[in-house]
């Protein structure tokens, strides 16, 4: 995949992360290319969570680097069209919420209480009346991870990780102890057996609520 940095040289990171919906996308995508730094050995272009027309287009006004989106064991509906489209162009792919917002770690079970002030609280898959049924995607991470003496969180980063090369997850956290659990699982292997049948234990369960309240889905066209 192509480097962002590399021999000490700089790196400019130009992203758009909502796209107007009053506004050409490739009328976006040529206003930020005029911002691209003369300076910078390599640049990075990260195109928001689109469908891959979007991804071509962006992609045909100006090379794309990464493409930042939300992929986890709990949200694979990019496995569909957005990662093949990413690996015949060459573009990386870097997922956020690869722990499902917290849920995949098993930190969040059916007595957990989210402040009132918590994203969470108005996302659908963590209302009460799901959330016994996605737990059943916890149980599997939870069962892989004990086979490989990891934790839950390690599983689903180390799951990514084993995709494709050119897949790296930003787990998000505010404490050193998770930052050093998430870093473990890159230390995590899977064989194309393991993958394989997780594949087919989760092809299983059915993950139910929205990942996102309708006003944010509408945002994203998904």
Known sequence: MPASSACGRTTSTFCTSTVSTRTCRSRTWRARSRSWSPRARFATSACPRRGARTIRRAHAVQPVTALQSEYSLW????????????????????????????????????????????FRTSVPRFAAEVREANMALVDLVREVATRKEATPAQIALGWLLARKPWIIPIPGTTKLHRLKENLGGADVTFTADDLAEIDTAASKLQVAGDRLPKALLDLTGK
Request: aromatic residues 10%.
């Open 75 to 118: 949200y694979r509906a990019p496995e569909t069209e957005i990662i093949p489209t990413l690996e015949e162009l060459g573009i990386g792919f870097v997922p956020f919420s690869p722990l499902g917002a917290g849920f995949l770690t098993g930190n969040v079970d059916l007595t957990t209480e989210l402040e009132a002030t918590d």
